[in-house]
């Protein structure tokens, strides 16, 4: 089969096998480039797959040279169906991993049930034995619970309607959003979805098995960005999940202070993921982002990011680096008010005239294809797969 995509709006259709797994070599190469990294030895990534967890999972296991367990919800092909990207991506990631001999076992499961946390905790004990790292990393669209009770989180502003500029996908226009607020109820299942309720699910979980090790270090990852985003983002609903995974933070902290718990929040760098790409708003702010960050020379993808993130703010010389208010600062490039301001300004000038002068939609679209397997630079997309 000739594998071509099949872009709808935010999402594609099909991913190529052959493309996610150069695009997963790259990553991997990328962190063997880099000095070792000294730190936990035994990891479990939940949301592995794709995005921010993917890249963490690589990160420990080449750079801390882990054996990890990864928890992921992907599809495999179906008939002519491609598999999801986060599918071949895994595959891919396990083959490399296991041949070098680290250990590398995927759980496939819906992360919020106990059958998953049950099967991964029985992993954990065959192969690993205990844990001393946890990541979570899921970005989910909803939730259900073990009584059958569906939540489904929203990205809505609260409070007031949201209008503001943003890139349309179909044609790469800048294009204004509006967005109507979240209710309370909307706000809550949002909560539920995308807060800290299932991350200290998860710990108790372990804990209760005996796989928590003593002294382990657990991170979830937020977003916080810029004025132009906070009403759809920071302030908005998903803003509230993630105020709700600070105070998990906190209290993880607290209730697991006998195990000498670390349980942190890193706020990461936009970047183009399966997650972020549903956001309007931030599709325009992420390709003025990478123009104006690449121009700098400070632009770095999801494995650059993770990488830092256990090299230096975590395992570093110094340490778990927190800001002011408790949290690890991987945005702390993305931040800098000097880039700031020029982002501010560009955002009030950019319109569809311009926009390929102010914004690097190429760059947008050169990620978003790379997530599924496209536009790899090595892969020849005109040979049959058969393989899928
Ligand atoms: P992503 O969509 O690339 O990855 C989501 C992962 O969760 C995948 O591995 C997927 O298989 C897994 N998953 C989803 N539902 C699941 C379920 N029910 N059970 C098991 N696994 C499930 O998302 P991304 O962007 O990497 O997001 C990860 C975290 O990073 C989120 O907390 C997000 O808010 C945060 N973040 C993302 C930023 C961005 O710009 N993309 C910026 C800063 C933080």
Redesign the pocket.
């Known amino acids: 089969m000739i594998i071509e995509p099949k872009v709808r709006n935010f999402i594609c259709l099909t991913a190529h096998p052959i493309g996610c797994a150069s695009a997963v070599n790259r990553q991997i190469e990328y962190v063997k480039s880099q000095p070792p990294i000294e730190g936990p030895k035994r990891a479990l990534i939940?949301?592995?797959?794709?995005?921010?967890?993917?890249?963490s999972r690589i990160a420990i296991t080449f750079g801390l040279q882990a054996d990890t367990i990864?928890?992921?919800?992907?599809k495999p092909s179906r008939g002519k169906r491609t598999a999801?990207a986060?599918f071949y991506n895994?595959k891919a990631f396990e083959e490399a991993a296991r041949s070098e001999g680290r250990v590398a076992i995927t759980?496939?499961?819906?992360?919020?049930?106990k059958e998953?946390k049950d099967q991964t905790i029985a992993a954990i004990k065959e192969h690993l034995g205990q844990v001393d790292l946890i990541i979570?990393?899921?970005?989910?669209?909803?939730?259900t619970d073990a009584d059958g009770t569906t939540w489904s989180s929203v990205i809505k502003p609260t409070g007031e309607t949201f209008v503001g500029k943003t890139l349309n996908l179909s044609d790469n226009t800048v294009d204004t959003a509006t967005l109507e607020p979240a209710t309370d109820e909307e706000v809550e299942a949002t909560i539920k979805v995308?807060g800290g309720e299932d991350w200290s699910d998860w710990l108790y979980a372990l804990q209760n098995a005996g796989v928590l090790a003593d002294n382990a270090v657990t991170i979830?990852?937020?977003?916080?960005?810029p004025e132009m985003t906070h009403a759809i983002y920071r302030d908005g609903s998903?803003g509230q999940a993630?105020k709700d995974?600070y105070r998990t933070a906190d209290q993880l902290r607290d209730e697991f202070s006998d195990k000498n718990l670390t349980a942190r929040v890193?706020?990461?760098?936009?970047?183009?993921?399966?997650?972020?790409?549903a956001?309007p708003s931030?599709s325009l702010y992420?390709s003025v982002l990478y123009k104006l960050m690449k121009e700098e020379g400070t632009h770095e993808g999801?494995i650059q990011q993770m990488h830092r993130l256990l090299a230096e703010k975590i395992f570093g010389e110094n340490g778990v680096l927190l800001d002011e208010n408790g949290l690890i600062r991987?945005?702390d490039w993305e931040m800098k008010p000097e880039l700031q301001a020029q982002i501010k300004d560009i955002w009030q000038r950019i319109s569809t005239e311009n926009i390929d002068e102010l914004a690097d939609v190429d760059g947008y679209w050169e990620d978003f294809y790379n997530?599924f397997g496209f536009h790899l630079p090595d892969v020849d997309y005109t040979a049959d797969v058969t393989d899928y």
């Not at 759980?107 to 049930?113: H, V």
């Not at 979570?136 to 939730?143: D, K």
């Not at 979830?220 to 960005?225: D, E, M, P, T, V």
């Not at 890193?266 to 790409?277: E, G, L, M, R």
């Open positions: 939940i949301g592995a797959s794709t995005g921010y967890g993917l890249a990864g928890v992921m919800l992907e999801t986060g895994n759980i496939n499961d819906d992360a919020f049930s998953c979570y990393s899921l970005a989910a669209p909803r939730r995308m979830a990852y937020s977003y916080i960005g998903i993630k995974l890193s706020v990461n760098k936009a970047v183009v993921t399966q997650a972020s790409a956001i931030v992420i999801c991987m945005d997530m």
